[in-house]
């Protein structure tokens, strides 16, 4: 890159373009997010690098595919073949790949060797186009420093923007894997950088999504409430019921829910020549939080709906007369509460009518298949090419 310094040659020169193109990994939520880093990352570079310069910010996925053998080493290799293809000067790999080195995860890792470097956006927790902003801004100027454009020089620039990083993005420390060909990695903490790590895996996972794929599990649940709302049997065994017991019953009717899903839909990832042990046990937490917190809505919406239903239809005398006490809301709260855990478990037997991709989407390690890609690629308006 070292031809952009002499462009500032010659007072009516063009001013130097430098092109960074954004690559995302794989085209669905990571290709979202480059799309909206699109639009304001040159206003972005222009004040934090150098104003005079042209910068051209590209976008592409599809040719890509998501590396889990080799980590971030082998990934960021694909991105510098791509790189080089296009002819782009900088590229950027936003990934939603969990990425770990030296067993911390990892943030964003920064090859000058490569002109290229990457951000892992499950790293970054749950405000991740703020911190994406943050971090990729950041490795396109350390990896514009060689070049010498204007400012306090590469080695005070680079000085800066490393502190710049650390501070902003989100709490980090810097990782030199490799001075000589500057690398440069960096990493979360081992403690709140995990917990972080899977709140941002649910975060792009997308749970809402999940959600959609459940809505004929709940529409089949509201069937099977009101079938036992109709049921006397059921209202003096709810009236019985302590609070603990129905909590225990809550518990595995979602349990029950959640494991079916998971086994119905062969949504558990197993270890193997491409997937670590470790990885594999990264994506099983992100599926079954994920699973989890859409069944969780479910089971919210379905008591709300099974408690209001019970209020409409069920007169309070004839409740009465059956209960053989004085009765009020926390009699109507307490019947819906055990027919919403009884209707879980009974939507979990028919889960197999649901809509087999928007259930598969909940599977962390679940992507669209390389030929569904290109479609993607001009829908999101993909332009690696000059």
């Not at 500032?8 to 990994?25: D, E």
């Not at 004085?326 to 037997?349: C, E, K, N, R």
Request: net charge negative; glycine share 12%.
């Amino acid at each position: 890159m070292a031809e952009h310094s002499d462009r500032y040659a010659g007072a009516g020169a063009a001013p130097p373009k430098i092109v960074v193109g954004l690559v995302a990994t794989p085209p669905d939520y990571p290709a979202r997010v480059a799309d909206r880093l699109r639009e304001e990352l040159a206003e972005l570079l222009a004040d934090r690098v150098d104003s005079t310069v042209d910068w051209d910010i590209r976008t592409g996925w599809g040719a890509i595919a998501p590396r889990r053998d080799s980590g971030y080493d082998g990934l960021l290799d694909d991105v510098a073949d791509r790189r080089q293809k296009a002819g782009w000067d900088i590229a950027i790999c936003l990934t939603d790949l969990p990425l770990q080195v030296q067993r911390v995860p990892l943030v964003a890792y920064s090859s000058l060797r490569r002109h290229a470097g990457l951000v892992s956006l499950p790293a970054l927790g749950f405000g991740q186009i703020r911190a994406a902003r943050a971090a990729v801004a950041g490795l396109v100027t350390e990896l514009v420093t060689e070049v010498g454009l204007g400012g306090d020089g590469p080695r005070g620039r680079r000085a800066a923007n490393h502190r710049r990083m650390t501070d902003t993005v989100i709490p980090i420390h810097r990782v030199v894997t490799g001075a000589e060909d500057g690398e440069t990695a960096y990493a979360a903490s081992r403690g709140t950088g995990q917990l972080r790590l899977l709140a941002g895996m649910v975060r792009a996972n997308r749970p809402g999504r999940a959600l959609l794929g459940l809505s004929k599990l709940l529409v089949g649940a509201f069937g099977t409430a009101a079938f036992a709302l109709a049921t006397n049997t059921i209202w003096q065994m709810g009236d019985a019921l302590d609070w603990l017991r129905l909590t225990v019953i809550m518990v595995l009717g979602i349990t029950t829910l959640i494991g079916w899903l998971v086994i119905a839909h062969d949504l558990w990832e197993k270890p193997s020549a491409d997937t670590t042990r470790e990885l594999a046990r990264l994506f099983n937490f992100g599926t079954v939080i994920t699973l989890g917190l859409a069944v969780g809505v479910s089971y919210l919406v379905l008591f709300a709906g099974t408690t209001a239903a019970a209020a409409l239809f069920i007169d309070r005398s004839i409740l009465e007369a059956n209960l053989g006490h004085p009765s009020g809301f926390g009699d109507y709260a307490t019947l819906a509460w055990l027919i919403t855990s009884l209707a879980t478990v009974g939507g979990a037997l028919g889960s197999g009518l649901e809509d087999e991709e928007h259930v598969r989407a909940a599977a962390y390690g679940h992507h669209p298949t390389p030929e569904g890609w290109q479609d993607l690629d001009r829908e999101m308006g993909g332009d690696d090419q000059g």
